[in-house]
């Protein structure tokens, strides 16, 4: 079982529904996110391209973060979901300098806080706040195991790339081109 | 043939004028079983059902509580058609609007001069006293129909039945003149229907779009971007004409970096191709068009070529995106936008967009423009509405007569006094509309603005409007009230509930409550039968076959088509409502009203040296001015910047993020810096921000001098002749890297 | 021309616009660290190869202050955590992949250590010592029995903690500055320098301070080289690596880093050592006390430095 999320460049606008619906499902604070719209503007007028991306953690496979937890709090759940438990945290902040995709960020109550791929939400069947409310619904989520899940399907038909894979961090997060 | 025009588009909008010919039987009974109900609200504390107010698409959803009651989060309602359950980030950021701390608490009454924004904290006894005993001194002295409702929301509908019922018609919407007008009357003089909201284009099964100027995607018309990505997904073409790269210019397949202000040239040049090539559906030009050759002998000289010389775009691009529109006939749309009120010659700029769609067979087609359904509720019985002496269209007999709405910034213009005109407006209630960053040239409001013997506004924010109000209510927001039962068109009719999920805040109170206390003490308590909406709606509902407790626990209920004809049906006759019966590409309307028939390419002003075009669009995550203060907005985006391209930034010698201030071609200096962004995306020639920033009002703390308000820089209006909208986009601005002296503090 | 935004109006605290997780608490304790481990090294070392009494205050005197450092960079660690009340949390596992986890564990061991050591010494320095309790008479006579064993532990934790603080920071990949493999050598021969500095301050003896200042300069030396070499690998290295390196060399951090660093933390004292051992009359604090201070800046910088290092945006 092995949980991944693609994300449609072709489709996605930036319009940030993904940012504001992650925001008020899972309480985070005013002034804090856990997603965000990166736009990429190439050429020169007229000839131009533009990439726009919705980023968040990446759940990588071999996530530096939790590797350089000293208390186990940062630990890999079963499907891939990296998650933060807020009791054995300590706030040293190791994980957040460990990311190269700056996915992290200290919550205000003291402990570590990122995307959780909404594992809350999974557990019940349903899909992350982001996915099921994306307008242009050009996000997917699934389980890479399973080849009838939707960001199997995607993966198999598209053009795909990730993050800075020679970071080395074996993200799984998709982006489609 | 106007009244005619007029018949079926109150029909299609549903406002029941169809329903209560329909039920004149029912009438008697229902009139001596007065039972109105007492509909038990059943607040269900998990997820109530709503539809937003944050724009006009008015999705319908639901409202997620947590368990110490506040609020959680906003999701859409899946059965809903117009956000298929997945709402826009404004819509998905409608909890800030309940928990900003600036909105406005309870009714004030004005202690200083006007904008001063001075005001004493009143009961709504008092205010709502106030309003009525000055609206009958007007009345006395000036006749009811001085009194002018400008409104933009759901809550305008009450207090328009209540102007109404006072004696005055004069009521308009600033999204007429300032933003669709243009489109509807071409339409309309076109089709002999309007595009209507949301807009009838069937994006998700076209084979190309076209978009002139639209940039769907940053505006976030929540059907059109779920419906363009599904267009997309199946592979059709988009086709962009824009002269700023914005987001759906890098998803098309053509995007045509256009000269700014001439598109009609090249909108008539594409006819020029189609009709030279016969790349038309020629079927349906035969049967259901009128003026063919006409239109054919009238862009002879209206060559690619030609174009070319106007508009930049190479005429191997003209022919080619042409040859793309017909071989998607007749599933494609030649969109026609929604604000388009640019240049003054819109409406004709919109005809020539409705030409192409007509000898392109789109209209009534699959994968052009459906045929939208709607629901005629019915109105409970009240006395007939008095008949006023006059309207605003008699401070301006010789004009506009081809406007199908009331022209907003016409009442404007007629409550400035003037020898003339022998009667001016003496009173505006605003209701949710922010007008001073909505009517261009921000000095002309302000000065019909002090005129006025009553300046009443409504809103939910202390906007910049409320600041020139003598009294001003506050509202609750739409999370926490009933309205009226949305039946916006669609391809099925369907109707959604908006019910509170919360008790008003602090002293605010529904729009429908306010219009009814000052109804009941101007003696018209007879027009708003119901003391409670929520009775008023269960009346209709049960009328309809459902019941309020049934539309709370669903939200949406939707229908089926009375007849198969969400698209014209292959063989079938249509008459349009034109004056031919036909689809006029030749108006014989606009010929009677002495505007050209067919339209006709002018040249408009371009900006001197050292100035530039000043372009303004959407941000996707804000809707105009009204959400720049939501604290889960502004956290997406809290100010504007302005687009500069990095030519022009090098020869200013401008950095990223540098603050400038603006000043136009009339003088006008911006009240706040700008920062600037500089990036390949916009011409040399334009720049570009984001509407609805710039905020002046101290009291919307989290935006205040965040940005600058291209309202403010749009001094110069270009007016279409037509139907009296304020074309916008003829204002440039040149660049202060200094801070001038003369900005106001 | 590649324009690359963030325009959903991401500003997370100590992320945006550059992380900034990590402030003076750190560095701070870093030096601290390698200070003790220096002192505690050459203590153990002059120990086990029977030099007691040619070194005598590296051994007695200059580790009365370890147990005190120590604390104190504890309490910046402490006052550096987030979520303070949940500290504890680092003493329920260990996390042999986590340099943090090794070195909350070191630090475990060296602090008691230290205290020991301090304890067994200190009447050397202050005669007239006296115990409060009897039981710790007790402890000092078991103790000064297992002597050996106790610097044998000293020797290799020093090296431990003094090398762990630099393999803390290049375990971090995402900071593409930290990312080397040299740092780990470097900031425990940073560590090594500052306590033979400080043992050069506390030296009674002309043969222990001449002693240190051949060992310090020897040690600057090592300094220098692994710092050249950092730079080397650097710009041999990635893009990301190559921009980190441009942070030194053209970048924000150029003055700072060499003058201070370099130059007025290793170079000039290293000469004023040399100057001073070939019997030029030089006040030797002066070397001593450039090279400490030079250590504590050269670990602000590294932190800082590296906070601004990244692979996006």
Redo the contacts between chains.
């Keep these: 079982m092995r949980y991944a999320m693609a994300v449609d460049t072709?489709?996605c606008?930036?319009?940030?529904?993904c940012?504001?619906?992650c925001?008020?499902?899972n309480?985070v604070p005013?002034?804090?996110?856990r997603?965000?719209?990166?736009?990429?503007?190439?050429?020169?007028?007229?000839q131009?391209?533009?990439e726009?991306r919705s980023e968040r953690c990446n759940h990588c496979d071999n996530s530096?973060c939790v590797?350089?937890?000293?208390?186990?709090?940062s630990h890999i759940e079963e499907g891939g979901f990296v998650i933060v438990t807020h009791?054995?945290?300590?706030?040293?902040?190791?994980c957040?300098?460990?990311?190269?995709?700056?996915a992290?960020?200290?919550h205000?109550?003291?402990?570590?806080d990122k995307c959780t791929f909404c594992l809350h939400r999974v557990k019940k069947g349903q899909l992350p706040?982001c996915v099921?409310?994306?307008?242009?619904?050009?996000m997917y989520f699934g389980d890479l195991d399973d080849p009838s899940s939707p960001v199997s399907k995607v993966l198999k038909t598209r053009k795909f790339k990730t993050?800075?894979p020679?970071?080395?961090t074996k993200p799984e997060l998709y982006f489609l081109i | 043939m106007g009244s005619r025009r007029q018949f079926l588009k109150t029909s299609a909008l549903g406002l029941g004028g169809l329903s209560i010919g329909l039920s004149a039987f029912k009438y008697v009974s229902d009139f001596s079983s007065l039972e109105k109900g007492k509909a038990e609200l059943k607040i269900n504390l998990s997820r109530t059902p709503t539809y937003c107010e944050i724009c006009f698409w008015k999705c319908a959803g639901w409202v997620y509580k947590r368990e110490d009651g506040s609020i959680w989060k906003i999701t859409g309602n899946d059965e809903d058609q117009h956000s298929n359950g997945r709402f826009c980030p404004r819509g998905t950021g409608g909890v800030g609007t309940y928990n900003d701390s600036d909105r406005l608490k309870t009714p004030l009454i004005r202690t200083g001069e006007r904008g001063e924004h001075k005001f004493r904290e009143a009961s709504w006894e008092e205010a709502l006293d106030l309003i009525a005993e000055k609206m009958k001194s007007i009345a006395s002295v000036h006749g009811p129909e001085s009194v002018a409702l400008l409104n933009h929301g759901s809550g305008g509908k009450y207090f328009g039945d209540l102007l109404k019922a006072y004696g005055s018609t004069n009521i308009a919407a600033p999204s007429y003149a300032q933003c669709r007008g243009p489109r509807e009357v071409a339409f309309i003089n076109t089709f002999g229907e309007a595009v209507e909201s949301p807009e009838r284009t069937d994006i998700r099964d076209t084979r190309c779009l076209v978009l002139i100027g639209s940039h769907i995607g940053e505006n976030m018309h929540n059907g059109q971007v779920q419906e363009m990505s599904d267009a997309i997904d199946k592979g059709a073409t988009i086709i962009t004409v824009d002269p700023r790269f914005s987001v759906v210019a890098s998803k098309s397949k053509f995007w045509l970096p256009i000269k700014p202000a001439t598109d009609l040239a090249l909108l008539l040049s594409w006819i020029n191709v189609l009709v030279t090539e016969n790349w038309i559906d020629k079927d349906y030009v035969e049967k259901n068009t009128y003026g063919y050759d006409l239109l054919k002998d009238h862009v002879k000289s209206m060559t690619p070529e030609w174009a070319y010389g106007i508009t930049g775009i190479h005429p191997d691009i003209i022919r080619k995106t042409a040859k793309e529109m017909y071989n998607a006939s007749p599933a494609v749309i030649v969109h026609p936008g929604r604000h388009v009120t640019w240049y003054g010659d819109d409406t004709q700029r919109l005809r020539t967009v409705a030409i192409l769609n007509a000898i392109l067979g789109s209209w009534g087609r699959r994968g052009g423009f459906y045929n939208p359904a709607t629901f005629a509720v019915p109105t409970y019985p009240h006395p007939p509405f008095p008949t006023p002496k006059t309207t605003w269209r008699d401070a301006f007999p010789d004009q506009f007569h081809l406007a199908d709405e009331s022209v907003s910034s016409k009442i404007c213009d007629a409550t400035i006094p003037s020898e003339v005109r022998n009667f001016s407006f003496k009173a505006w209630i605003v209701y949710g509309t922010n007008l001073i960053m909505t009517f261009p040239d921000q000095s002309k409001t302000i000065e019909a603005i002090k005129h006025l013997d009553l300046m009443v506004v409504i809103d939910t924010m202390p906007m910049e409007i409320t600041s020139w109000a003598d009294v001003v209510l506050p509202e609750c927001t739409y999370l926490e009230r009933y309205d009226s039962i949305r039946t916006g068109p669609h391809r099925k009719p369907a109707i959604a509930l908006r019910m509170p999920a919360f008790e008003p805040k602090n002293n605010t109170k529904p729009a429908y409550w306010m219009a009814r206390e000052i109804g009941v003490r101007l003696g018209l308590a007879q027009f708003f039968p119901f003391e409670k909406l929520e009775d008023y709606l269960d009346w209709q509902l049960k009328k309809l076959g459902s019941s309020l407790e049934e539309m709370q626990r669903i939200g949406v209920k939707t229908f089926e088509r009375e007849a198969d004809d969400l698209y014209f049906q292959p063989g079938e006759h249509h008459e349009f409502s034109t004056p031919t019966g036909k689809i006029e590409l030749y108006s014989t309307a606009f010929l009677d009203e002495g505007f050209d028939p067919l339209p006709v390419y002018t040249a408009h002003p371009e900006p001197p040296s050292g100035f530039y075009r000043l372009n303004y669009g959407r941000a996707p995550m804000h809707t105009f001015s009204r959400t720049s203060n939501n604290p889960n907005l502004n956290d997406l985006m809290d100010e504007n910047t302005l687009w500069v391209n990095p030519k022009v930034a090098k020869e200013w010698g401008l950095k990223k993020a540098q603050e400038i201030w603006l000043k136009n071609q009339d003088g006008k200096i911006s009240n706040f810096p700008i920062k600037v962004r500089i990036t390949e995306r916009i011409r040399w020639d334009s720049v570009y921000m984001v509407h609805g920033f710039g905020h002046a009002t101290k009291q919307l703390s989290r935006t205040y001098g965040k940005g600058i308000s291209d309202t403010e820089m749009i001094t110069n209006v270009m007016l279409d002749p037509i139907m009296g909208g304020t074309g916008m986009r003829g204002n440039f601005v040149t660049f202060l890297t200094e801070k001038p002296e003369e900005v106001a503090s | 021309m590649r324009e690359e935004l963030i325009t959903s109006g991401r500003m997370n605290v100590a992320i945006d616009p550059q992380l900034h997780i990590w402030a003076w608490e750190i560095p701070f304790y870093l030096f601290l660290g390698g200070l003790a481990a220096g002192i505690l090294f050459f203590a153990a070392l002059y120990t086990l190869i029977g030099k007691e009494k040619e070194f005598p205050s590296a051994i007695e005197k200059t580790p009365l202050i370890v147990p005190f450092l120590l604390i104190i960079g504890l309490g910046a660690l402490f006052l550096d955590l987030n979520h303070k009340l949940y500290f504890w949390r680092l003493y329920t596992s260990i996390n042999l992949q986590s340099p943090m986890s090794w070195g909350a564990w070191v630090l475990m061991v060296v602090t008691p250590v230290s205290i020991i050591w301090a304890a067994l010494h200190v009447k050397k320095t202050f005669v007239n010592w006296k115990w409060p309790f009897a039981w710790l008479d007790v402890l000092e006579v078991f103790f000064s029995r297992y002597k050996r064993i106790l610097a044998w532990i000293m020797i290799i934790y020093s090296l431990i903690l003094g090398i762990y603080t630099g393999i803390l920071f290049s375990a971090f990949n995402a900071r593409p500055l930290w990312n080397t493999s040299i740092l780990g050598p470097l900031f425990l021969t940073s560590g090594l320098s500052t306590g033979a500095a400080i043992n050069i301050l506390m030296a009674r003896t002309q043969h222990e301070r001449h002693s240190f200042s051949r060992i310090d300069l020897m040690l600057i030396g090592i300094e220098l080289f692994l710092i050249v070499h950092i730079f080397m690998g650097f710009l041999a290295s990635t893009q990301v690596q190559i921009d980190a390196a441009k942070l030194f060399l053209g970048g924000p951090y150029t003055a700072p880093f060499w003058i201070l660093v370099v130059f007025f933390g290793m170079v000039l004292p290293g000469i004023l050592e040399f100057l001073e051992l070939k019997n030029f009359k030089i006040p030797i604090f002066i070397p001593a006390v450039l090279v400490i201070v030079g250590g504590l800046l050269f670990r602000f910088i590294w932190t800082f430095a590296g906070q601004s290092s990244r692979w996006l945006y």
């Design positions: 072709r489709k606008v930036g319009c940030s529904d940012v504001v619906a925001q008020t499902e309480n005013i002034g804090y996110c997603d965000w719209v990166v736009e990429v503007v190439d050429g020169t007028y007229p131009l391209e533009l726009i530096p590797r350089c937890c000293p208390t186990g709090a009791e054995k945290c300590i706030g040293c902040g190791a957040i300098a460990s990311c190269p995709y700056d992290r960020y200290p205000p109550d003291g402990y570590v706040a099921a409310t994306c307008p242009t619904k050009c993050l800075i020679e970071a080395g």
